[in-house]
């Protein structure tokens, strides 16, 4: 069964496109990094998915139903945001209490220990802590509530270093306790990139590449070499971005468009690079003119 | 060892690299049960998936072997193996790569030759 | 400006008010946000309903109140015994003034073979019902003034006693009766149910149970003087009663 | 795969209602304060008052009926229902399992709840300003009708939940597709509009005249139309969070 479903998305603001043709399918259980620039539509497709949102155009499935204003989608998927936001009565204890009410395969006591380890005191209320408690404390609603569909839009902004690296860990155990699918919308790629298994790279409202990570690496090389060996070799192929510093040129290049041996390039003298996902993620989606240099010339 | 993720060398890879590392220092014995996909990602906090693909490039190398529902254990032969295929690939790239690091800093036969008997000698 | 608009305008200040209240007392919650949690709250809620059932009870068993609301078969009753003082008294017939309605008696004594009276009413609105009465068993020089009071009935309400009696006095050989100035009287009226509706229901059947009984003639001052004796009445306000 | 949660919307709908009930229970305790501050505003003067003058007396009835708090009450009932589908409140739900069809739900349950216990509160406050007025006014308290009539309670009930559907489908209509929106506010414009040209269009006698029963039919019916409005509305709404 397909856990997501997207055909034709797309998602109009009044005049503004904010999702165009997105078609996307996501199945088994597995953990998603969603990445994309700010105002790519990331957070878009999530509250379309979520069911906040009802599309312009296409449809979007989400355990094979429409999830727009559906209560079977709801209960079994949740959608952690810094939107998320609880009644001013309710302590963090209660709202535990409330969470545990309400979704049934909520762990309480691994609420509990995680709220503990990160020091949020629990008889505090939610407006009370600062961004980055609030953070946690959001994610931490959103692994114990152990849906099947757990949608994390932005959920380590705010939090400092040293507890964004725990809860990348957290949760990485917590889906291998219990697997599920998790979509991690995030601009910090680099962070991240270890516990996923795909990425969906989206840009100006396009999905411009779903792999998974280890493909996605695969995608662009750098190669550096002496300029004039080069340039033969960058007309057969989509040069990404090129720099050239005294007479020595570095390009991001299309891997799969690249036909020519390892052996072929070493004699030439050039020499082949991996990018990390980030940096490929930037290229995919730097568009033309986007150079920073070239607002400076 | 602690996985890189800003190396070139993709993490599937490096887990497969630090299994077969694994043989050879003989802390994963012969028909030893190896790591899960899952015991991998806790351990190196990376994707299962990943740690699986990784589990499944020894697998098809016959390194391990399956179990049904018990898991993979490490394959009899597998320590001679890894040593044989270092010896093969690994040290045969690694010439080359020292040949034409030694060209292009126009470093003589003699003197590359000279250089590794001496480094030899050092490392012992 | 027609009445609808008035009674709307007044309508949206007065919601303009309400509003007002209301959101200065969301402000003022908002502050008091950390004391008031869920659970205080509840109990202020069950409390303060707690206190209005009390209030109830206690008023229903403890509630008496001294002044009676008539029922529609007393009015019925009171309404035909007063109905004929009217009659009577246009008839100057004295038989309706029976002791029962006696409320106060003045006695003078005074000179001479008439008495002079001046009666002072005070304002316009207030009218006082003087009549004159030979009684044979007074003897000569003297005068008894009485008051009578029959019911008075607003809106069930009995408020005879309520009336203040004039002013009656002799002086300088004449007999003074002044009406007191105007006198208010507040009730304060317990009506569990949704006036508006009531107000507006009510001219429907309550024609033939008037809950208002009040005549001009429900009071009377009452002068009585031996035979033969006679009352100066410059004013000509007095009638005289076989 | 895992098997996904299969929860009746049932089940949801009577969670919803649960935690609702509790945490906007702010909303009665506001209710309290602002029947304490016009309790004590119009404490001497009632909700009503007629005035009789007979010659030099005045008497003037202080009415104490429900009015005053049932109007508040109603007021109340409409600005809440309004905030109800604010944004503090809207967002609240999404944290928990809900759509906006089951919110809509729950939050008209809950009026409904709180139409009834408003109407406890109400005449909490009344029996309390009664009994007040009991110990401070003892002689001029006149008890016409102390227990409020069966079918009264169900007219109140019946008038706040009206006022609560009005505001809810209020807030619906400002939250929902822009069609609806510009629809609610030509209609609205339309309703204020009307009455100050045509006065005489409104003329609401014939519904003050129904029974009481009838007339909370009445109501009953309107606030199951605006009810199932506020639903449909709702279930064509996206969430909006701004």
């Known amino acids: 069964m397909n856990v997501i479903q997207c055909e034709k998305l797309s998602k109009k603001f009044g005049r503004l496109h904010a999702l165009q043709d997105i078609t996307c399918t996501i199945n088994g259980e597995k953990i998603i990094g969603v990445i994309g620039r700010n105002g790519a539509g990331k ?110 839009d932005e959920p380590m902004n705010g939090m400092d270093e040293a507890i964004r690296t725990d809860f990348y860990r957290a949760i990485l155990k917590e889906y291998i306790a219990f697997p599920r699918t998790i979509l991690i919308a995030s601009h910090h790629l680099q962070e991240m990139e270890s516990i996923l298994e795909e990425i969906l790279l989206i840009d100006e409202g396009t999905v411009v590449t779903h792999a998974s990570v280890d493909e996605l690496k695969e995608q662009l090389i750098a190669l550096s070499g002496p300029s004039d060996r080069m340039k033969s070799l960058l007309s057969e192929t989509d040069v990404y971005a090129q720099q050239i510093v005294g007479g020595v040129s570095t390009a991001i290049v299309d891997a799969s468009k690249l036909f020519i041996t390892e052996e072929m390039l070493r004699t030439k003298g050039i020499t082949k690079s991996a990018l990390t996902a980030s940096e490929i993620c930037r290229y995919l989606t730097n568009h033309k003119g986007s150079d920073i240099d070239a607002i400076f010339d | 060892m602690h996985i890189h993720l800003d190396s070139t060398t993709p993490i599937y890879i490096q887990i497969a690299e630090w299994l077969q590392h694994e043989i050879i220092a003989n802390r994963l014995q012969a028909d030893e049960k190896v790591y899960s996909q899952y015991q991998l990602a806790e351990l190196f906090n990376i994707n299962p998936a990943t740690a699986g693909k990784g589990l499944t490039i020894l697998l098809e190398e016959q390194l391990l072997y399956k179990k049904r529902g018990l898991g993979m254990f490490v394959a009899t032969d597998a320590k001679d193996r890894i040593l044989s295929k270092r010896r093969n690939e690994i040290l045969t790239k690694m010439a080359q790569e020292i040949v034409l690091e030694a060209q292009r800093l126009l470093v003589s036969d003699e003197e590359l030759l000279a250089l590794i008997q001496k480094t030899q000698e050092e490392l012992k | 400006m027609t009445n609808a608009t008035v009674l709307l305008l007044s309508l949206l200040i007065t919601i303009l008010l309400l509003t007002l209240v209301f959101f200065i007392v969301r402000k003022v919650s908002n502050k008091t946000k950390n004391f008031w949690t869920l659970k205080r709250l509840s109990i202020g809620i069950t409390a303060y309903i707690a206190v209005g059932l009390f209030a109830l009870l206690y008023l229903s068993l403890f509630a008496n109140s001294s002044i009676q609301v008539l029922s529609k078969s007393e009015l019925k009753k009171i309404e035909k015994n007063i109905e004929p003082i009217q009659k009577y008294d246009q ?30 009413n005070g304002n316009e609105d207030s009218s006082l019902n003087i009549r004159h009465l030979y009684n044979d068993n007074i003897p000569a020089g003297k005068a008894i003034v009485s008051y009578y009071q029959f019911p008075a009935i607003i809106d069930g309400i009995d408020i005879s006693d309520k009336i203040p009696l004039p002013n009656v006095y002799m002086s300088q050989n004449q007999l003074w009766i002044e009406a007191l100035s105007r006198h208010e009287v507040n009730y304060h009226r317990i009506k569990a149910s949704i006036g508006i509706l009531d107000f507006n229901r009510e001219e429907d059947f309550d024609d033939d149970y008037p809950s208002s009984i009040f005549y001009l003639s429900s009071n009377f001052i009452v002068i009585e003087t031996p035979n033969g004796t006679d009352i100066e009445d410059s004013q000509g306000v007095i009638q005289y009663l076989r | 795969m895992q098997s996904l949660t299969n929860m009746s919307f049932k089940t949801i709908i009577k969670k919803q209602v649960k935690w609702k009930a509790k945490l906007y229970s702010s909303a009665l305790s506001s209710l309290i304060i602002l029947q304490v501050i016009f309790g004590a505003l119009l404490f001497s003067s009632g909700s009503g ?116 559907a009005i505001g809810l489908l209020f807030g619906y209509c400002f939250q929902g597709p822009s069609i609806i929106k510009i629809a609610s506010i030509v209609l609205l414009a339309i309703g204020i509009i009307s009455p100050i040209i045509f006065p005489e269009s409104v003329n609401l006698q014939p519904f003050i005249q129904l029974p009481d029963l009838m007339l909370s039919g009445f109501y009953i019916i309107v606030s199951i139309l605006c009810f199932t409005l506020c639903i449909w509305i709702a279930d064509k709404s996206e969430v909006s969070r701004k």
């Open chain 1, 43 to 152: 957070s878009t497709l999530l509250t379309i998915i979520a069911g906040f949102l009802k599309p312009t155009n296409g449809y979007c499935q989400v355990f094979n139903e429409n999830p727009f204003n559906n209560i079977q989608a709801a209960a079994n998927s949740i959608l952690i945001d810094d939107q998320l936001s609880f009644s001013d009565y309710l302590s963090l204890e209660e709202i535990l209490k409330m969470g545990a009410d309400f979704y049934p395969n909520w762990q309480n006591e691994l609420a509990y220990r995680l709220l503990h380890y990160a020091n949020i005191d629990l008889s505090v209320k939610h407006q009370q802590l600062s961004k980055g408690q609030m953070a946690t404390f959001n994610l931490v609603y959103g692994l114990v509530s152990r849906c099947a569909l757990t949608i994390l």
């Open chain 3, 91 to 120: 008839e100057y017939n004295s038989s309706f003034l029976t002791d029962n309605y006696k409320k106060k008696t003045w006695e003078f004594d005074f000179l001479g073979g008439t008495l002079p009276v001046t009666i002072n």
């Open chain 4, 49 to 164: 008052s007629s005035g009789h003058g007979r010659g030099n007396l005045n008497v003037q009835f202080s009415i104490y009926s429900l009015d005053t708090f049932l109007f508040i009450t109603v007021f109340w009932a409409f600005i809440t229902a309004i905030l109800f589908t604010t944004k503090a409140y809207r967002m609240d739900d999404l944290s928990i399992i809900s759509s906006r069809t089951s919110s809509a739900i729950a939050n008209i349950l809950v009026l409904i709840l709180y139409s009834f216990f408003a109407v406890l509160i109400m005449l909490a406050s009344y029996y309390i300003q009664i009994l007040g007025l009991m110990l401070m006014e003892k002689d001029t308290f006149i008890i016409d009708k102390l227990l409020i009539s069966p079918s009264i309670f169900i007219l109140c009930i019946c008038s706040i939940c009206l006022f609560s």
